[in-house]
Each structure stands twice: as C-alpha cells, then as structure tokens.
C-alpha cells in the first residue's frame, strides 16, 4: 500500500503524449509520454490510453550517456 502511494505521489503523470503510433504490419496502437519515455497501449475504437506496454525493439535503442 505505501508503494502504491508513493508511486503516485513521484512518478511522471503522462501528460504530455505523442499522436497515436501504429506499427507497420499491423501491430498494436501505442502512444509514448514524452516526459519519461514510457509506451503506454492506445484503443483507436475508443481513443483511451490503456496500460504501460514493452516493446520489443525499444531496448535496444536506448542510448547509455556514459558509454563512448
């Protein structure tokens, strides 16, 4: 219960949302903050953002500042 409030009182509110991304191929609809970075799930039927989503791609393309 003290995680969950602390969560909400420190973490980013996503409030500031990329446009609705759709993958080439079909995959699934997301929208990522522009904030933290975090890919959330986006409905296009009901234009809800949904819940946090890991793509597969988006690990590698994290850039490490302290590596040269």
């Known amino acids: 219960m ?3 409030i602390l ?3 420190f973490r980013c509110g996503h ?3 990329t446009r609705p991304i759709t993958p080439r191929g079909g995959g699934q609809a997301y929208v990522a903050c522009l ?3 975090t890919h959330l799930s986006y ?3 009901s234009m809800q953002v949904g819940a946090r989503i890991r793509l597969p791609w988006a690990a590698a ?4 500042p302290t590596r040269r």
């Open 61 to 64: 393309a994290v850039v490490n």
């Open 15 to 17: 409030r500031n949302l």
């Open 7 to 9: 969560n909400r009182v």
């Open 35 to 37: 904030d933290c970075g």
């Open 43 to 45: 409905d296009l039927q």
């Open 2 to 4: 003290l995680q969950t």
